[in-house]
């Protein structure tokens, strides 16, 4: 597929299944959205009492480098401020972490990995990000999630940044050996929408959408529903976006990480509340 188009395409392939994972010619470069920017909430998060004011910080070593932040910092909020990257695709810098994709995780010497997004840092505490044991852990997760994805990605065909796909890219993955899930129990569409586009199948279940809608929006429209593989996000009580309570203001869209909620082309939006008609 990659040669056809004439452009450096790489493919992950499994039972005929194609990933583009790689951005071709007169499409947008891919950003790297798993390197947000440092949080401003580990500096507004509560201290311990008095902490700020005496001027206590917490100094840590992250990959053999000394980092100092208040109380209420998190491991990858510390992280960031020394420049080391760990890759992220639940979190986003406006909300408050919840460690579910657990792609964040690093060595604190404990007797398993943590989630860096939600772990405090702690005075003296020694932090390994990478790793061979880490770099596999993610490179599991990664190619686990892509299993499920659909061939195409809605968001890399427009905006080109589809979280997952970059760090797919990251990983320099080229094949998942793992069955197509998306082919065995496919989870459906729903284009009730006249402005978003929701592919369950594209989504990774990081509740990034669910937290926009509640926590940065205060709308409470989206939420979770069922359990295990067929769980996936709802609308009010679980009936099309279309139909439900949605104000369209797209911030779901804007904080998913993946095709999973995509906006419409103005074009398609013009058709749809014209009733068909231009």
Request: net charge negative; glycine share 10%.
């Amino acid at each position: 597929a990659g040669g056809a188009a004439g452009g450096p395409w790489r493919a992950a392939r499994d039972h005929g299944k194609n990933l583009d994972l790689w951005t071709g010619p007169g499409r947008p470069a891919a950003t790297d959205r798993c390197a947000a920017p440092v949080s401003p909430r580990a500096f507004a998060a509560e201290p311990a009492e008095g902490a700020l004011m005496s001027g206590k910080m917490l100094t840590l070593t992250i990959d053999g480098r000394t980092v100092s932040v208040p109380p209420g910092a998190t491991i990858w909020e510390a992280a960031r401020l020394l420049g080391i990257d760990i890759p992220v695709l639940c979190h986003e810098p406006r909300m408050e972490p919840v460690g579910v994709c657990r792609l964040c995780v690093v060595d604190v010497g404990e007797r398993t990995l943590a989630a860096s997004c939600v772990r405090l840092c702690e005075d003296g505490m020694n932090v390994v990000s990478q790793s061979a044991e880490i770099e596999h852990h993610r490179r599991m997760l990664t190619l686990l999630l892509l299993s499920e994805q659909p061939e195409s990605s809605a968001r890399e065909a427009t905006t080109g940044d589809d979280a997952l796909y970059a760090l797919a890219r990251r990983q320099g993955i080229d094949e998942i050996p793992f069955p197509d899930g998306a082919r065995g129990h496919p989870r459906g569409r729903d284009d009730s929408s006249p402005v978003i586009a929701v592919d369950h199948q594209a989504c990774i279940l990081c509740d990034r959408c669910i937290r926009g809608c509640n926590e940065l929006q205060h709308n409470h429209v989206i939420t979770r529903s069922g359990k295990g593989y067929r769980a996936r996000i709802a609308f009010d009580l679980d009936v099309p976006m279309g139909s439900s309570s949605c104000v369209a203001c797209g911030e779901c869209a804007a904080v998913c990480p993946t095709g999973a909620l995509t906006h419409k082309a103005l074009q398609h939006w013009r058709r749809e509340w014209a009733g068909g008609e231009e």
